[in-house]
């Protein structure tokens, strides 16, 4: 379940949400414009225009990035709870470095979720992560091997 976070009104003027401004985000992330235009960041990282009512979400591990050009804009900003993670482990959206096959500290990738792939339960033990131009794999915890960045 989301939880509300914001409700702004922009009625003039370029308006910036502090913190909002391409930070990394740790959740799942939606905003909901209701009416006018405003700038979000796509998942190619370019700025484009939206017009409401529509809906724009971001995921773990993306940069989150929205503005309001000044015509008015009103709109929602929903943020899921944080998933949950190992404790001592990044948290989703991380970026993380891992080993290759060879045990070579060498992929570069945003940490997606903790998953527990044992037949019997026994716990967490294999973290999915989207390596960069690789797409998404499923890895041993020992396979992360040093955090680049955490989320905001």
Same mark, same amino acid.
């Given at each position: ?7 702004? $009104? =922009? ?6 949400? @502090? /913190?909002?401004?391409?930070?990394? +985000? ?56 944080? $998933? =949950? ?6 948290? @989703? /959206?991380?970026?993380?470095?891992? +080993? ?53």
């Amino acid at each position: 379940m989301a939880e509300i976070i914001r409700f702004a $009104r =922009a009625t003039e003027g370029l308006t910036q949400e @502090p /913190g909002r401004d391409t930070a990394r +985000t740790a959740r799942r992330t939606m905003l909901v414009l209701l009416r006018g235009t405003m700038r979000v960041l796509d998942d190619l990282g370019q700025d484009v225009e939206v017009t409401g009512p529509a809906v724009v979400q971001w995921w773990p591990g993306e940069h989150v990035s929205y503005g309001t050009p000044g015509d008015g804009a009103q709109w929602l900003l929903l943020e899921a709870s944080p $998933r =949950a993670h190992p404790d001592g482990f990044p948290v @989703p /959206g991380s970026r993380v470095v891992l +080993t290759d096959d060879d045990g070579s500290p060498t992929l570069t990738g945003t940490v997606i979720m903790y998953m527990d792939t044992s037949p019997d339960g026994a716990g967490v033990d294999t973290v999915a992560v989207e390596v960069e131009g690789q797409g998404v794999g499923h890895f041993p915890l020992d396979a992360l091997v040093e955090v680049l960045e955490e989320p905001h």
